[in-house]
Nanobody, 122 residues
Framework: EVQLQASGGGFVQAGGSLRLSCAASGFSLDDYARGWFRQAPGDVREAILCISKDGGNTEIADSVKGRFTMSDDNAENMMYLQMNNLKIEDTAVYYC???????????????WGQGTLVTVSS
């Protein structure tokens, strides 16, 4: 079964850090462009950080530039989102995704994790 499982969300104070994990099963993450999205209450889902299939190209939202980074563990078929210097406006449900097009574009075959809630408090 093709599946993505996101984890690692929680409560954190502004200025703190969290690392989200995404475990893939049924396919290899590094066969596809992949990334992280988020959806704040009342907002549409937005792409925040995606990488190309070979990892050579990155697309990152201005709102998280310099604070969020993405990494892979190909051996474990996992990807991570390291979030530093978190702000209240980073509060959202975070989703991992794979099978994207250049490099954050959602397509009909895009696979989604179930979402993990990050709450940043003052």
């Amino acid at each position: 079964e093709v599946q993505l499982q996101a984890s690692g969300g929680g409560f954190v104070q502004a200025g703190g850090s969290l690392r989200l994990s995404c475990a893939a099963s049924g396919f290899s993450l590094d066969d596809y462009a992949r990334g992280w999205f988020r959806q704040a209450p009342g907002d549409v889902r937005e792409a925040i950080l995606c990488i190309s299939k070979d990892g050579g190209n990155t697309e990152i939202a201005d709102s998280v530039k310099g604070r969020f980074t993405m990494s892979d563990d190909n051996a474990e078929n996992m990807m991570y989102l390291q979030m530093n210097n978190l702000k209240i406006e980073d509060t959202a449900v975070y989703y991992c995704a794979a099978v994207l097009d250049r490099y954050c574009m959602v397509v009909s075959g895009t696979k989604w994790g179930q979402g993990t809630l990050v709450t940043v408090s003052s």
